[in-house]
């Protein structure tokens, strides 16, 4: 069984300050997904990563993947109250056609004004 | 058009009714799916279909029943439930080749 670690679960951090966020997989997956959810709303993707060693960049938040394509950490720069939200990584698995995705647990990021 | 709808947006029913959710997405994806997501956790996959077929059924209890009729939409029709069966059903759809899945902002189930 794949598994994703997530870390941490909950953030909880004032406006303007850094955050790194951790994804941590047993095994290797075909890619690795970022996913932001706000309460009621369903999963928004934010961005893929496939190569390892990969640094995407999206504004102020900076995505990685490690070498080993296992981990991948999400770095948000100068968070904002619009940035709170419930981040989720997630294990791309590709087979017959189908892609799955594996979940990490999520970091619920909360960030006072 | 990358939207998938979902309805109702809020359900409740008892633990003797039936009901049904339904999804739809007008993308042209072939490939939908049903999680279950609860509180503070990280949605669970339920059921996936390709070409209205079947493909994956994560070994979800029979008074969740799924129905593909057409590319475009996915129910799922719900009968017998238990209160511990409360929670956001997301629905979601890809296009073939590619793994990135659009979800839909689900329906909030409460089984009294």
């Known amino acids: 069984t794949q598994l994703l670690e997530q870390s941490p679960q909950f953030l909880s951090i004032q406006e303007g300050e850094n955050l790194t966020v951790y994804c941590n997989s047993s095994s290797v997956f075909s890619s690795l997904q970022w996913y932001r959810q706000e309460p009621g709303e369903g999963p928004v993707l934010l961005v893929t990563v496939v190569t390892g060693g990969e640094v995407k960049k999206l504004k102020r938040l900076t995505f990685q993947f490690g070498d080993a394509r296992k981990d991948s950490s999400l770095h948000i720069t100068a968070a904002q109250p619009g940035d709170t939200g419930l981040y989720l990584c997630?294990?791309?698995?590709?087979?017959?056609?189908?892609?799955?995705?594996?979940f990490g647990k999520g970091t619920k990021l909360s960030v006072i004004p | 058009d990358t939207e998938v709808t979902q309805t109702p947006k809020h359900l409740v029913m008892g633990m003797t009714n039936k009901k049904s959710l339904k999804c739809e997405q007008h993308m042209g994806h072939r490939a939908m799916y049903w999680y279950k997501q609860k509180a503070k956790k990280p949605p669970e996959l339920m059921f996936v279909y390709s070409y209205e077929k079947l493909s994956i059924n994560e070994s979800v209890p029979s008074r969740f029943s799924p129905e593909c009729p057409n590319s475009s939409l996915l129910n799922l029709h719900l009968h017998a439930l238990q209160p511990e069966d409360s929670a956001l059903y997301l629905c979601a759809s890809r296009a073939g080749g590619t793994d990135t899945q659009y979800f839909g902002p689900g329906t909030r189930l409460t089984v009294l």
């Open positions: 997630a294990g791309v698995s590709a087979g017959a056609g189908s892609y799955q995705l594996t």
